[in-house]
């Protein structure tokens, strides 16, 4: 019940192109749905994330889409640019619990 | 730069040795966090405090693992005896104290452990 399911594992995706990463729960005590960027050799860092209130939410390029009756939540990067090449995680949250995706690992081709 | 130091950032250690990792959290954060992550997988939680209270441990914490954080300020995580299993990215995260803030983790780059 703890888990966070994430697909696919790895993304290639053309430079303009649109990039969408899936991920489901099983724990509906989770209030908080992050998602963290990671470049190789540093440490995640947070995206954009949301509250299973909204069903939407958009910073930029990155739109969260959430269905909480699914239990289930996406990110959608729009216009992705080689530099958006990285591992994306999703997280899942309440209280002090985080719990963690596997990745995804997003290659923009130039 | 997110604010949080981790110290150091690569470690290259024999079976059998104990490490310790330094992490300095955002100054006003009062929550943080110790998460392992190996090649390919996202991070895994390891432990928490708030303040210099440690409020929770998961079963991944062998009795080999030990984390303080005298002051409420910094922490350190220790591995004794270390073994091959143990290699991977350590990571520390901190969080804030309000309701909001607490949901937000921010991560330091991590110490990577080599267990040769």
């Known amino acids: 019940q703890q888990q966070v399911k994430q697909s696919p594992q790895s993304l290639i995706v053309q430079k303009g192109g649109i990039s969408i990463i899936n991920c489901a729960y099983e724990?509906?005590?989770?209030?908080?749905f992050p998602w963290y960027q990671q470049f190789p050799g540093k440490g995640p860092a947070l995206l954009i994330a949301?509250?299973?209130?909204?069903s939407e939410k958009k910073e930029g390029r990155f739109t969260i889409s959430f269905n909480k009756s699914a239990k289930q939540f996406s990110l959608h990067i729009m216009d992705s640019q080689p530099g958006d090449s990285a591992t994306y995680f999703c997280?899942?949250?309440?209280?002090?619990?985080?719990?963690f995706g596997p990745g995804t690992r997003l290659s923009v081709l130039p | 730069d997110t604010g949080v130091s981790q110290d150091p950032r690569h470690k290259i250690t024999k079976r059998g040795q104990n490490v310790t990792f330094r992490c300095d959290p955002i100054?006003?954060?009062?929550?943080l966090y110790w998460y392992r992550q190996t090649l390919g997988q996202g991070p895994e939680f390891l432990t928490y405090?708030?303040?210099?209270?440690?409020?929770?441990k998961s079963r991944l914490l062998s009795d080999r693992f030990s984390a303080e954080r005298p002051k409420g300020s910094f922490s350190t995580l220790e591995i004794q005896r270390t073994e091959q299993g143990d290699s991977a990215m350590y990571l520390c995260?901190?969080?804030?104290?309000?309701?909001?803030?607490?949901?937000?983790?921010?991560f330091g780059a991590g110490t990577r452990l080599s267990v040769l």
């Open positions: 995260a901190s969080s804030g104290r309000d309701s909001l803030a607490k949901n937000i983790q921010y």
């Open positions: 405090f708030q303040n210099e209270a440690q409020l929770e």
């Open positions: 100054s006003e954060h009062n929550r």
């Open positions: 724990n509906t005590a989770f209030d908080y």
């Open positions: 997280a899942a949250t309440y209280g002090q619990n985080f719990v």
């Open positions: 949301i509250r299973p209130d909204v």
